[in-house]
C-alpha cells in the first residue's frame, strides 16, 4: 500500500502521530509539502519567515534522506496538487494535521472531498496546537472566550490526555521510479533575500534551542521574573519552530513539565495561551476580518498614513517604541513586552486600525501567525476576548522606564540614543537644548520629537471607545 503524509505546519518526523498513522500502514510512502501560491503571494507574506520555511524544509529533507527517502516539494494549490498525486501514484491513504485558519478550513475541506471521491482513504490529527481546539466546551457548551478559565480547562484536560513522546518512525522508501528533488531557494520563488539573520530552521534546531532553554541554569528557571526584560535573552524565542512545528507544540510542553518550578509554570501558560487563541480562530473565524466583538468594528480611526509610516520605520520619537519596531526589521523578531507597547501605542496613540498593524507585523514576524498575532493585536486595541480591555492603555514612556530601566535594549537598535543618559533615556526631548548638544542627540535633527502627545491621545481613545460603547468612560490610570 502506497500512503502520503502530507506537511504542513508540522515540519518533523518525531512526535508526529497523523504521519505515524499513515507510514505504519505503507510499504512505500511520499512524504510531500505543498508551497501553496494563495500563501506565497499573500499580502501578508514576510520574505523572513518563507526563508525560515525553506530552511525548515530543507532540514527535513536532510531527516528523510538519512532515512533513505526525499521529501517531494511541489508549488501550487494543494487542491490540484494533492489528489492529481496521490491519482498519479495510486496513493491508498493520506494523512495531515489540521490546521486551524478559514483558509485551511475551506481548503483541506476540498481537497479531502475529491480524495473521498477518488475512494483515497484520509487520516487527519491535530498537532498543531497541544490540546485540539474543539477539545474543550464551558458549561454551556460553548467554547471558552476569557483565557483564565480556558487555562484551567487546558491544564485539566492535559492530565487525562497528555501523550509520551513519540520517536521518529522508520520511513518506507519513496514508490518505484519516483525520484524528488527536495525544496527551492528563496530566488526560486521570486521572493527577495530577507534582510534578517534567519536562524537555522529543523527539528534539530528546534530540540537544542528547547534543551538549552530548559536545561540547568537555562532562561527557563528565571522565565517568570526576566520574561518581560526585552534587553535580556530571557525568553525562548522558539516562536518560528512552534509556528511551523519544527517543534511539537507538546513536546515543548513535556520538557516544561518535567523541570517543574515558577519559571515552567508561567511558560507553560504562554504555550496555552498559543492553543487559547488557535481555539478563538478556529470558533470564530470572523476576528480575521473584524474585531472579536463587533461593536469595536465602529471605532472612528485616523488612519494618519504619515504616523503609520513613523511607527513602521521606528521614527515616533517614543524610544521604547522605535527600538521595538526596529528590532522587528532587523531581526524579523519582537519581544513580547515590545510587541504589547507598539501594538497598544500604533491603536491608542496614533489611533490607527490594529488591522494595519496586524498585517505589517504578518509581512515582517519570523513566527508570524494568524491565530496568535490576531489574539495579540485584538488584546492590545481591546477589541478581544478580554472583558474590560477597552482602558488598558499603555503609557510607552512609564513601559520603557519599568522594563528597560537603564536604556540597554533602547540603545542596541537606537544608536541616536546611544549616549543619552539613562534618567531620560525614555524621554530624551527632557534634556535641554545644551545637553542634547553634548550627548550629539538634538531633538527634532538627530533623533524625532515625539510625534503625539501621549497624555492628549490617551482621553482622545477613550472618548472613541466610550462612544462606541455608549457607557460612561473609565477612569482608570495609564498601564
Ligand atoms: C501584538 C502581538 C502580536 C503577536 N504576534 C504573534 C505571532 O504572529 N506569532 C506568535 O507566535 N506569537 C505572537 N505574539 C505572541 C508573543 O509575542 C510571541 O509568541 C513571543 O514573543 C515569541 O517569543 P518566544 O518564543 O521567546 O516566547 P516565549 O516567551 O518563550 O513563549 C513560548 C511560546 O509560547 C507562545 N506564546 C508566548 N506568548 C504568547 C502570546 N501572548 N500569545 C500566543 N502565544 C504565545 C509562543 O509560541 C512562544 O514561542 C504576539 C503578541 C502580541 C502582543
Known sequence: MIALHWFRRDLRLADNPALLAAVAAARQFIPLFVLDDALLGAAGRAPARIAFLLDALVALDRELAARGSRLLVLRGDPRRVLPEVCRRHGVALASWNRDVSPYAHRRDAAVAAQLRDAGIATHTGHEVTIVPPEALRTASGGPYTVFTPYLRAWQAWLVHHATAAMPAPAIPPLPPGMTADGPPRLADLGIPAAAAPIPPGGAAAALQRLAAFVAPGGALERYHERR?????????????????????????????QAVGGAGAARWIAELAWR???????????????????????????????????????????????????????????????????????????????????????????????????????????????DAQPYFRIFNPTSQGQKFDPDGTYVRRYVPELRRVPARVIHEPWRLSPAEQQVVGCVIGRDYPAPVVDHARQRLVALERYRAVRGSALDASPDA
Open 228 to 256: 518581560d526584560i526585552p534587553a535580556e535573552s530571557a525568553t525562548s524565542q522558539l516562536s518560528p519552530y512552534l509556528r511551523f512545528g519544527c517543534l511539537a507544540p507538546a513536546a515543548a510542553w513535556r520538557a516544561a
Open 275 to 385: 492553543d487559547f487563541y488557535a481555539q478563538i480562530l478556529f470558533c470564530f473565524p470572523h476576528v480575521l476580518r473584524g474585531a472579536f466583538r463587533p461593536i469595536y468594528d465602529h471605532i472612528r480611526w485616523d488612519d494618519d498614513d504619515a504616523r503609520f509610516a513613523a511607527w513602521c520605520d521606528g521614527r515616533t520619537g517614543f524610544p521604547i517604541v522605535d527600538a521595538a519596531m526596529r528590532q522587528l526589521r532587523a531581526e524579523a523578531w519582537m519581544h513580547n513586552r515590545c510587541r504589547m507597547i507598539v501594538a497598544s501605542f500604533l491603536t491608542k496613540d496614533l489611533l490607527i486600525d490594529w488591522r494595519r498593524g496586524e498585517r505589517w507585523f504578518m509581512q515582517h514576524l519570523l513566527d508570524g501567525d494568524p491565530a496568535s498575532n490576531n489574539g495579540g493585536w485584538q488584546w492590545a486595541a481591546g477589541t478581544g476576548t
